[in-house]
């Protein structure tokens, strides 16, 4: 049984950072890519981030120089370090194994004041 386990969120300023975490288990973590996804109200699921089994990592346009992915494989975990955040960065942030088409976390809030 695959489990996901989102952490970290909460509430901060514009400009604030928060670190997510995700804590996978019923998989094997270090041969999957993992990415990051997150969904504002009334908006679909948009991509933030990915790293890949070796460590390659993509971001979206609206979170470069902004976001870092990383990951530990020891542990099972993915990582979203977000710094300068910004009010548009509000959502529902989760986690998802990329070959696990239809798995998905709860996800953690995430929300951004101004």
């Known amino acids: 049984q695959v489990q996901l386990v989102e952490s970290g969120g909460g509430l901060v300023q514009a400009g604030g950072s928060l670190r997510l975490s995700c804590a996978a288990s019923?998989?094997?973590?270090?041969?999957?890519?993992m990415g990051w996804y997150r969904q504002a109200p009334g908006k679909q699921r948009e991509l933030v981030a990915i790293?890949?089994?070796?460590?390659?990592?993509n971001y979206a346009d609206s979170v470069k120089g902004r976001f870092t992915i990383s990951r530990d494989n020891a542990k099972n975990t993915v990582y979203l370090q977000m710094n300068s955040l910004k009010p548009e960065d509000t959502a529902v942030y989760c986690c998802?194994?990329?070959?696990?088409?239809?798995?998905w976390g709860q996800g953690t809030q995430v929300a951004v004041s101004s």
């Open positions: 790293i890949s089994s070796r460590g390659n990592t």
């Open positions: 998802h194994p990329l070959s696990y088409p239809a798995i």
């Open positions: 019923g998989i094997i973590f270090s041969i999957e890519s």
